[in-house]
């Protein structure tokens, strides 16, 4: 098969399907679980300021994490901490939490596709997220540094919306948001992975990994 202009055609007679045995069946003897975020959650975690108005968002996007006795759940809109048992610790606006507020139906910010990973090595949760401004001028991914001993968070930015050539490269595709960033970390550094959107217009602009030393 051929795909795009460096591709080269491959006769069948050569390709080796490698032969797989019939995986084992997987028995469960016993679950347990708890009842995680749901709608009226997300409804009741982001009032819109004075309005009377609360924003949801639906269907959400999800984020799971657990490491040292605690648990992360995310939405588009809404996070909360709970122990392994179930037990609701503390629960906020994803916004807020972003360090975004909600104060009227017209200014309401993109916030997306949020993930979030434990890492043993520096104790830290890792918390990402997907921003773009109301008006379509900034974007960028959050990135929040979660010390999972104190729950002590620490904000950072990466910014998509340059196209100048200062930080993080020379993007002619900027403003662009990052669609479903993939999160992972090693021993020195956060690595952020996003297909990169043009925004608002959507149009596909190209990959890129964003690598965050842990030190910073």
């Not at 004075?50 to 984020?63: A, F, V």
């Not at 606006?93 to 916030?111: A, E, M, P, R």
Request: proline share 7%; charged share 15%.
């Amino acid at each position: 098969a051929q795909t795009g202009a460096a591709a080269v055609t491959v006769p069948a007679a050569k390709i080796k399907v490698p032969k797989i045995k019939d995986p084992p069946s997987l028995v469960m003897e016993s679950a347990a679980g708890f009842p995680g975020l749901d709608a009226y959650d997300n409804f009741l975690a982001n009032p819109i300021g004075s309005t009377g108005l609360n924003l949801e968002s639906e269907p959400p996007d999800q984020g799971l994490c657990v490491g040292n006795g605690a648990v992360l759940d995310l939405t588009n809109t809404t996070v909360a901490e709970y122990d392994t048992a179930g037990n609701l610790n503390e629960s906020a606006s994803l916004y807020n939490f972003l360090g975004l507020t909600l104060t009227t139906t017209s200014s309401i910010d993109l916030v997306s596709d949020p993930r979030c990973i434990f890492d043993p090595g520096s104790g830290n949760f890792y918390v990402t997220a997907t921003h773009a401004s109301a008006d379509g001028t900034e974007t960028d991914v959050r990135l929040v540094v979660m010390n999972a001993n104190t729950m002590s968070a620490k904000l950072y930015m990466v910014p998509t919306t340059n196209n100048s050539g200062s930080f993080p490269i020379n993007d002619p595709g900027c403003p662009g948001i990052e669609a479903e960033p993939l999160l992972g970390a090693n021993g020195t550094s956060v690595f952020i992975s996003g297909n990169e959107f043009t925004y608002p217009d959507g149009v596909f602009d190209q990959n890129l990994i964003y690598v965050v030393s842990k030190a910073d």
